[in-house]
């Protein structure tokens, strides 16, 4: 077993999660530090690299529930320790970067139904930023591709930081339904599901996975590492919006149980196409609760 790829990663989320800590803790000691002036260019600087850094971790490694009790809490601090004119400076940072990483390419998309359902969903790679959404760095037909995973009561994806056991990922076996109306074009299924936190199958990264073409497009929509044996279609068959299609699993090139969704033109030009979800734009740390 390649242990080595195992400890990599381990090397690779242990010091993300201690970001946890050290982030909010250094806002807050900003926050509280005397100002040199009402306007202290230093004080916007640094908030706009912590704020930033905020923004861009992946909060369902540790908690999702953070940045809801965390941003209002630091405003807060700074209002009440470098007065209102800082205050309003650091609540406009928010705001602006808030905007910034969900700026929204401006060329026509698809709009889906979300895939998955009866949770709270959370979006751990996604947009167009290359800050939030690492795939297009691999391949330019998935600039806009989502890594989906599920958040639990406490608001992570896992019990654990990187649990081996693939049952301990809220995700995994999760159903997944058709995005939309179309047909299959390919179905693969047989892949095993990965062992957790191990780079492996890059020959076939996509593992169990189902290519669809939506209704009435030339888009091909591909709904990647789904659990083996758990197919409900194939190749040339007709589907529904909402059709029970698979579960979420963890086969082809994958460190831990996710759904990847990205959709693109027909094969040969490979131009990624923009997705949303009920007309909603999602990035890193969108949340999209489904019933
Ligand atoms: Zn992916």
Same mark, same amino acid.
């Given at each position: 077993m390649p242990r080595s790829h195992r400890g990599s990663l381990r090397l690779m989320i242990y010091p993300m999660a201690i970001l946890t800590i050290v982030i909010p803790l250094l806002l807050l000691l900003l926050a509280a530090a005397k100002p040199a &002036? &009402?306007? =202290?260019p230093g004080f916007i600087l640094i908030s706009a690299i912590l704020l930033c850094a905020f923004f861009v971790y992946r909060w369902d490694i540790s908690s999702y529930a953070v940045t809801v009790l965390f941003l209002p809490a630091y405003i807060a601090a700074v209002f009440l320790f470098r007065g209102t004119i800082a205050g309003a400076i650091a609540f406009g940072l928010i705001v602006l970067l808030w905007f910034l990483l969900r700026l929204r390419p401006l060329h026509k998309g698809l709009d889906l139904d979300f895939p998955l359902k009866g949770g709270l969903f959370y979006i751990a790679h996604g947009g167009g930023s290359g800050l939030s959404n690492y795939h297009g760095r691999f391949a330019r037909s998935q600039k806009y591709a989502l890594d989906i995973t599920q958040l639990n009561s406490i608001g992570a +994806?896992? +019990?654990?930081?990187? *649990?081996? %056991?693939? =049952? +301990? #990922?809220?995700? #995994? !076996?999760a159903h997944v339904y058709s995005p939309c109306a179309g047909t299959v074009i390919a179905a693969f299924d047989g892949a095993p599901d990965a062992l957790i936190g191990v780079l492996q199958n890059q020959h076939a990264p996509t593992g169990n996975h189902l290519w669809i073409q939506p209704e009435g497009t030339e888009i091909l929509l591909i709904l990647a590492h789904l659990q083996p044996g758990s197919l409900l279609v194939k190749a040339g068959d007709t589907i529904l919006a909402g059709q029970l299609l698979a579960r979420v699993g963890n086969s082809g090139? $994958? $460190? %831990?149980p996710h759904l990847h969704i990205h959709a693109q033109l027909e *094969? !040969?030009?490979?131009i990624p196409v923009p997705l949303t979800f009920r007309r909603r734009w999602l990035v890193r740390n969108s949340i999209f609760w489904s019933h």
């Open positions: &002036s &009402s306007i =202290d +994806r896992a +019990r654990g930081l990187l *649990p081996k %056991e693939l =049952d +301990r #990922y809220r995700i #995994y !076996g090139h $994958t $460190t %831990e *094969p !040969g030009n490979r």
